[in-house]
């Protein structure tokens, strides 16, 4: 099956500084990737979608600004949380949608960042 | 807009059958997901279904009727592993952007 990695996969950082999360695809190449959010006992968040070569797409009260999103490549996006604070923290997760082949219907997720922001 | 339904909770014995509902109403369709999520981790992909009827997957059954706007995952020989929160999603036409319900956590009791 197709595999999604993140990195950092647990990150402790202070109020006001900025930390970028990266998400890979490791088997499949995906022109499409989402950002998501889950607060404790809630449901994913669909924070912003992100393509390949152009600018991501974010979803209604999510800031672009202070969310940044690249996907610079067909097997990379990285998440920005820049001037981070305490109402941050959360679990972002990131999944992919293989580009083609027979697995491109399924949404393959990454395992998850815990960010807390102190 | 864009609404998903299931319920927030339920609780079954192990070894039983439990099934959960889910109803939506999307302004496109183009399959539907079922997803399993422990508590701390990323959600895993359990089932899809785009066609109407039972796609049955080893414990693991799921049903959809486009018609009504309905699915539901059906959990045979429960263990206490299957102890997790259960997503079901709709995917809409564009994009392959997911809308998700809220989940239900399913408890298993001895």
């Known amino acids: 099956g197709a595999v999604v990695s993140q990195h950092p996969s647990w990150v402790i950082c202070k109020s006001g500084t900025s930390v970028k999360i990266e998400c890979r695809s490791l088997?499949?190449?995906?022109?499409?990737m989402f950002w998501y959010r889950q607060f404790p006992k809630q449901s994913l968040m669909l924070m912003a979608t992100?393509?390949?070569?152009?600018?991501?797409?974010?979803e209604q009260g999510v800031e672009k600004d202070k969310f940044l999103i690249n996907h610079a490549s067909l097997t990379l996006s990285t998440l920005t949380v820049t001037s981070a604070h305490p109402e941050d923290s959360s679990f972002y997760i990131c999944?992919?949608?293989?580009?083609?082949?027979?697995?491109?219907?399924?949404?393959?997720f990454g395992p998850g960042t815990r960010l807390t922001v102190t | 807009g864009q609404n998903i339904d299931q319920p927030t909770e339920m609780t079954a014995t192990e070894g039983a059958i439990v099934q959960i509902n889910c109803t939506y109403q999307?302004?496109?369709?183009?399959?539907l997901f079922w997803y399993q999520q422990h508590a701390g981790e990323a959600p895993t992909f359990l089932s899809y279904?785009?066609l109407d009827g039972l796609e049955e997957k080893g414990r693991f059954s799921s049903f959809l009727s486009r018609s009504k706007g309905y699915s539901y995952l059906l959990l045979k020989e429960l263990q206490m592993k299957d102890s997790a929160s259960y997503l079901c999603?709709?995917?809409?036409?564009?994009?392959?952007?997911?809308?998700w319900g809220a989940g239900t956590k399913l408890i298993i009791k001895p």
């Open positions: 999944s992919a949608n293989p580009t083609s082949g027979s697995l491109s219907y399924e949404q393959y």
């Open positions: 088997d499949f190449q995906a022109t499409t």
């Open positions: 279904n785009v």
């Open positions: 992100s393509n390949e070569g152009s600018k991501a797409t974010y």
């Open positions: 999307t302004s496109g369709f183009n399959g």
């Open positions: 999603a709709v995917r809409v036409i564009s994009n392959y952007q997911l809308i």
